[in-house]
Structures are given as structure tokens and as C-alpha cells.
């Protein structure tokens, strides 16, 4: 098998179906002029969009609330040399409808960390890519 083969693309719909097999992923952002990197759980929407639920006075929130982040999620097991990642690029945006928040409090994610308040960010998918790497044989 060559190194080729042993990645290949995965659709959309493919990588969104995965995306919602896994609870945590990566938004990836700018904090201070410089790449920054945050492990937070997840879910996705109807819509096919990320949704974060963080504290309102969460650095986070400030740094990504209308700008374009990337969120990436994987899966990977290294006894099989197998796995997949999936990175959504979109606009992060606040949720400000009470109604749409109410929503999302009923079915949007959970936090891990427990807050007194929270906020929802959703993360458009206007860009959805991923990548799977079959097993290669070989010593690790």
C-alpha cells in the first residue's frame, strides 16, 4: 500500500456523520495575534453547524464571536494505524434569540465544566473536509 492509498477524503455527509459520533473536538482561533487551540465538547445542529455552550464571560467567547475559527475532531487507534479527521471552517457567532437559546438548552450540547450561566456559539460549516487514513502496515 502506498502512502496514497492510505489516505483518502471524506464527503461531507460522511464527515458530519462522524463529527457526531465523537463529544469533543478543537476550535482553533487567533488569541493575541497568535494561534490558539481549546479541546471543548460539542454537538451539531440541524443546520449541520458546531455548537459550543460556554460561560458569557469566557475568553473564548470573546475572541471568536464573528470571526472565522476552524474546529477540527478526530478519531484515531494507533494499534490499527487507522482513523479519520473531519475540520469545519465557518463564522462563529453568539446565539442572541431567546428562543433559539431556549432551544438549545434543551437539545444543544451539555458543558463539562458547570456554570451558572452559559452561551451557545454556533460555528457555520461553510467549509466541512476531512481525511482518513486506512491502516499501513509496519513497526510503529
Known sequence: MSQN???????RQDCLRLLAKVPVGRVVYTRHALPAVLPI???LDTDSSVL???SP??????AIDGVVVAFEADEFDAATRSGWSVVVTGRATVVTDPAEHDRLRETGPTSWMPQRETVF???ASEMVTGRELRGTPGPL
Open 5 to 11: 492509498d492510505a489516505f483518502s477524503a471524506i464527503d
Open 52 to 54: 459550543l455552550r460556554t
Open 57 to 62: 464571560d469566557s475568553d473564548l467567547v470573546r
Open 41 to 43: 465538547n460539542f454537538s
Open 121 to 123: 456559539v454556533r460555528i
